[in-house]
């Protein structure tokens, strides 16, 4: 597993939908959980982990274009 902090639960929110909306399923933590700023990912094959990775990219420049 890979756990990846946020920063705040509504970044993580944010990009555990982002993830969804291309078919990857991050863990998500519950409001009162001391990790809801953060996701988990399982690692899996090589294909699997570039498309989580080219996806996350996408989402980041998403968000980073949202806080312009």
């Given amino acids: ?3 990846v902090g946020f920063g ?3 970044r993580a929110e944010a990009v555990a939908e982002g993830l969804l ?3 990857i399923v991050p863990r998500t933590f519950g409001p009162d959980h001391p990790l809801n700023a953060s996701l988990r990912f399982t690692v899996r094959d090589p294909e699997e982990n570039n498309r989580l990775l080219r996806s996350a990219s996408e989402i980041e420049a998403a968000l980073a274009g949202d806080a312009a």
């Fill in 8 to 10: 705040t639960p509504e």
């Fill in 21 to 23: 909306r291309r078919g």
């Fill in 1 to 3: 597993f890979i756990l």
